[in-house]
């Protein structure tokens, strides 16, 4: 496995290549990671996995700081799993014009509306960050497939928009969220959780899965559900369990626009904070 830092150094690396997956993420790597690796692997010989965490998709009041940086033992985890290249280049080599406080001379993506909703509404200029430094990478990696997980439902809806809409010839494959076995999504910021919000942490996909099974015996046909009044039962029950809820939603799966009665494909995300732990998930599923 060859570990690269600089466009350069990747670029020599992949000289010999041509068919390549690329696994991008921001390091801190858990099982939920190593999984997308291995389905990686099934699309393609060489495997590039970029560790960097990018400051543009970060608002001044999060957690870039203190987010967790742990490359060498990423390496080995990607190592274990026979990741080809790793990618970890530093904030200058992404972005030679930023000056590390705003944006300044940066070019940025624009995003679609959808992405100042859900997480976006909470987190501006959040998708942003993460569709151009997404963009930035894949011009880098100039992968033939690229993988994503599905906990983060609305980042992988809007890299699908990108990949169409800036014409790039990527295949992009969304994975399904690996959980803990109480059903806890696995997440790099779970490891931010006291050991009593660990214990309860379960608590936000428990509510998820009790929406699905309301919603799954009703028919579209025969709808009497009033969605919102589920979402605000379900914010209601986390917050007297001590979550403090950033949104419940119930959506079209295939457009994130509100579901309505007739929408067949929906899926049902939330945001929640335990303590100052903001933890995100999502069930997508047929009606
Ligand atoms: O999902 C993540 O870890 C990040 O948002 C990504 C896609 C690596 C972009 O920084």
């Not at 280049?89 to 940066?106: C, I, K, S």
């Not at 679609?112 to 430094?133: D, E, K, Q, W, Y």
């Not at 309301?214 to 589920?230: E, R």
Request: with cysteine.
């Amino acid at each position: 496995m060859k570990i690269t830092h600089t466009a350069t150094e990747l670029r020599q690396a992949l000289k010999n290549q041509t068919n390549i997956a690329f696994v991008p993420t921001m390091g801190n790597l858990h099982a939920g990671h190593i999984h997308l690796v291995e389905v990686a692997k099934q699309h393609a010989q060489c495997v590039v996995v970029s560790i960097f965490v990018n400051p543009l998709q970060f608002s001044v009041n999060e957690d870039l700081a203190t987010y967790p940086r742990t490359l060498v033992a990423d390496c080995e985890k990607l190592k274990a799993v026979d990741a080809t290249i790793v990618f970890a280049p530093t904030v200058a080599e992404m972005y030679p014009d930023f000056d590390g406080d705003q944006l300044n001379q940066t070019m940025t993506i624009t995003p679609p509306p959808i992405a100042n909703a859900l997480c976006g509404a909470s987190r501006p200029g959040h998708f942003s960050g993460v569709a151009t430094v997404v963009l930035k990478l894949f011009n880098m990696v100039m992968p033939q497939v690229a993988v994503f997980g599905q906990k983060d439902f609305q980042q992988l809806f809007i890299i699908k928009q990108l990949v169409k809409q800036f014409n790039l010839p990527i295949k992009i494959i969304g994975v399904d969220t690996v959980r803990e076995t109480s059903g806890l999504a696995m997440s790099s910021r779970n490891g931010y959780l006291s050991s009593a919000h660990r214990k309860q942490a379960n608590q936000l996909n428990l509510a998820l899965q009790h929406i699905v099974t309301q919603i799954k015996s009703s028919t579209p046909q025969n709808n009497n559900l009033d969605f919102q009044q589920l979402e605000n039962e379900a914010s209601a029950r986390l917050e007297i369990q001590g979550w403090v809820v950033d949104y419940f939603s119930i959506k079209s799966a295939l457009t994130l626009d509100s579901a309505s009665s007739t929408d067949v494909r929906l899926v049902v995300l939330a945001a929640a904070k335990l303590g100052n732990t903001r933890l995100i998930d999502n069930i997508e599923f047929l009606r």
